[in-house]
């Protein structure tokens, strides 16, 4: 079990810590060389540099630091304490640098929002960031219900995945008001706008969820009091969050769900796909918006799911169905997007699930006859996982068109797999397929690209979304239903 915490305001940044008898002075924004925890066998130490984003002290009265390792996925942030610190090197400060009015103030210091057990540590927000800290805080309060009431007007919230810094919609996004926000959702076709929004410091430390305890990754707005659990518990079925054991036993004994709220529209074996619409069952998709920003870097959380619909692809037993992973998309989508979010848990990635979503996502834009694409820019897993999928289904047909000894183009193949001639053509990029011949632009396939698909195509061939199965009609959506009022 794992070390309980209190939820006591942190120390101040510049609190003095002793170390061997010396004072030591570490403030939010050194940045420093500390330990890396590595597995039993693994006896050498390694030590990377990283940023520390909070400081708290534990119930044990030790002082204990949130640290960025630099240069690397923001997932293997954690809690250090003094001992994994290298305090025998250079330590980086935050450079402090005078306003106009001839104040001091740390550039490199993080603002760490929404965080409710770091509150002595936090920044000092602009006027735009403020306005979304009161609305995660609002989003987080320990009186959020967790059971849908008849007639219930609030509203719920989605996300999507980007990487980096990238704000596609300009730096002015930030000072949406709430009303904004939602309008411009809806019209520009991508979820994330402000991420300013995104926490810097994880509050949950792990989840129970089925049979699997997983270790969360990034922080996602649950209401306050769960950050002192060591473990939040998450019912498989319905989604409800509980702050033990004792009553998510109490709410399993109550609860008659025990499949997604929505219609299944395929089942091959045991893998099944449910269909969800988020004005619908806004309860159900906030509880999964909540989950998935655990373990999803630049999904920030907003206040509704109307204009979305939501796939979860689930594995049958003799108890239900199991969630294993999902991907959100446009109800109505200007750029084109069949795809706005996707997500296979932890506990079942690395066995082809989500390259079983993307199909299935290419899948239902066959049937739509429409040519489809992701919501860019994509998250480091995710192009992954599209590259890998792109060049499986290109190849293929680029080798059934050969041995039919068939000429075709990107326009055809785009045809042919719904996917989008932009996606085809970087593609074939990365394979290095595009060759000059005689003054023009051929696709030419080589040994080693050829070897890859047989590998992959072996590997994946037990992973693969049969048309048969798959019983869905294209949902058509009036004017009025897409005013979400």
């Given at each position: 079990?794992?070390?309980?915490?209190?939820?006591?305001?942190?120390?101040?940044?510049e609190?003095?810590?002793?170390?061997?008898?010396?004072?030591?002075?570490?403030?939010?924004?050194?940045?420093?060389?500390?330990?890396?925890?590595?597995?039993?066998?693994?006896?050498?130490?390694?030590?990377?540099?990283?940023?520390?984003?909070?400081?708290?002290?534990?119930?044990?009265?030790?002082?204990?630091?949130?640290?960025?390792?630099?240069?690397f996925?923001k997932?293997?942030?954690?809690?250090?304490?003094?001992?994994?610190?290298?305090?025998?090197?250079?330590?980086?400060?935050?450079?402090?640098?005078?306003?106009?009015?001839?104040?001091?103030?740390?550039?490199?210091?993080p603002?760490?929002?929404?965080?409710?057990?770091?509150?002595?540590?936090?920044?000092?927000a602009?006027?735009?960031?403020?306005?979304?800290?009161?609305?995660?805080?609002?989003f987080?309060?320990?009186?959020?219900?967790?059971?849908?009431?008849?007639?219930d007007?609030?509203?719920?919230?989605?996300?999507?995945?980007?990487?980096?810094?990238?704000?596609?919609?300009?730096?002015?996004?930030?000072?949406?008001?709430?009303?904004?926000?939602?309008?411009?959702?809806r019209?520009?076709?991508?979820?994330t706008?402000?991420?300013?929004?995104?926490?810097?410091?994880?509050?949950?430390?792990?989840?129970?969820?089925?049979?699997?305890?997983?270790?969360?990754?990034?922080?996602?707005?649950?209401p306050?009091?769960?950050?002192?659990?060591?473990v939040?518990?998450?019912?498989?079925?319905?989604?409800?969050?509980?702050?033990?054991?004792?009553?998510?036993?109490?709410?399993?004994?109550?609860?008659?769900?025990?499949?997604?709220?929505?219609?299944?529209?395929?089942?091959?074996?045991?893998?099944?796909?449910?269909?969800?619409?988020?004005?619908?069952?806004?309860?159900?998709?906030?509880?999964?918006?909540?989950?998935?920003?655990?373990?999803?870097?630049?999904?920030?959380?907003?206040?509704?799911?109307?204009?979305?619909?939501?796939?979860?692809?689930?594995?049958?037993?003799?108890?239900g169905?199991?969630?294993?992973?999902?991907?959100?998309?446009?109800?109505?989508?200007?750029?084109?997007?069949?795809?706005?979010?996707?997500?296979?848990?932890?506990?079942?990635?690395?066995?082809?699930?989500?390259?079983?979503?993307?199909?299935?996502s290419?899948?239902?834009?066959?049937?739509?006859?429409?040519?489809?694409?992701?919501?860019?820019?994509?998250?480091?897993?995710?192009?992954?996982?599209?590259?890998?999928?792109?060049?499986?289904?290109?190849?293929?047909?680029?080798?059934?068109?050969?041995?039919?000894?068939?000429?075709?183009?990107?326009?055809?193949?785009s045809?042919?797999?719904?996917?989008?001639?932009?996606?085809?053509?970087?593609?074939?990029?990365?394979?290095?397929?595009?060759?000059?011949?005689?003054?023009?632009?051929?696709?030419c396939?080589?040994?080693?690209?050829?070897?890859?698909?047989?590998?992959?195509?072996?590997?994946?061939?037990?992973?693969?979304?049969?048309?048969?199965?798959?019983?869905?009609?294209?949902?058509?959506?009036?004017?009025?239903?897409?005013?979400?009022?």
């Open positions: 079990m794992s070390q309980r915490f209190s939820a006591s305001p942190s120390p101040r940044p609190t003095p810590t002793h170390v061997n008898g010396t004072t030591l002075d570490l403030s939010i924004g050194c940045k420093l060389f500390v330990e890396v925890k590595k597995g039993k066998k693994e006896q050498q130490k390694e030590f990377r540099k990283a940023e520390i984003l909070s400081i708290r002290t534990n119930n044990a009265g030790h002082t204990e630091y949130y640290v960025h390792f630099m240069e996925n997932r293997l942030d954690e809690w250090v304490g003094i001992e994994r610190l290298d305090l025998s090197r250079e330590i980086e400060r935050p450079v402090k640098k005078r306003t106009g009015k001839g104040g001091i103030r740390e550039t490199d210091t603002p760490c929002i929404g965080s409710p057990m770091r509150d002595g540590s936090r920044t000092p602009s006027v735009g960031q403020k306005r979304k800290i009161s609305s995660l805080e609002d987080s309060n320990p009186t959020t219900p967790l059971i849908e009431q008849p007639n007007d609030y509203e719920s919230v989605d996300g999507n995945v980007t990487p980096g810094n990238a704000t596609p919609l300009g730096p002015m996004a930030a000072t949406f008001s709430k009303e904004q926000e939602i309008e411009r959702l019209t520009s076709g991508s979820m706008q402000s991420h300013s929004e995104i926490s810097r410091v994880k509050n949950l430390e792990k989840i129970h969820f089925g049979e699997y305890d997983v270790e969360t990754w990034y922080f996602s707005p649950y306050r009091e769960y950050s002192e659990a060591a939040v518990y998450i019912c498989e079925f319905c989604l409800f969050h509980f702050i033990s054991e004792k009553q998510l036993r109490r709410h399993c004994l109550k609860c008659v769900v025990r499949h997604p709220p929505g219609n299944e529209i395929y089942r091959c074996d045991d893998i099944s796909f449910f269909e969800i619409d988020g004005n619908k069952q806004k309860v159900y998709c906030r509880n999964l918006c909540l989950l998935s920003k655990l373990f999803l870097d630049h999904k920030t959380l907003y206040y509704d799911v109307d204009p979305f619909l939501f796939y979860i692809m689930c594995k049958q037993d003799e108890y169905c199991h969630m294993i992973g999902y991907f959100s998309k446009e109800k109505e989508s200007t750029e084109g997007y069949n795809l706005a979010c996707i997500l296979t848990l932890p506990q079942h990635q690395r066995k082809g699930f989500g390259r079983l979503l993307i199909a299935f290419y899948e239902l834009s066959k049937k739509e006859g429409k040519v489809g694409s992701p919501e860019k820019p994509l998250s480091d897993l995710g192009l992954l996982s599209y590259r890998s999928y792109w060049s499986e289904v290109i190849v293929e047909l680029l080798l059934e068109t050969k041995e039919l000894n068939e000429d075709i183009a990107i326009e055809d193949i045809a042919r797999t719904s996917i989008a001639t932009t996606d085809i053509i970087q593609t074939l990029q990365t394979l290095g397929a595009i060759k000059p011949y005689k003054g023009q632009q051929i696709i396939l080589s040994d080693g690209v050829i070897a890859s698909y047989h590998k992959a195509k072996e590997k994946h061939k037990n992973r693969r979304i049969e048309e048969s199965c798959l019983q869905w009609t294209p949902p058509h959506f009036t004017s009025n239903q897409l005013r979400y009022i």
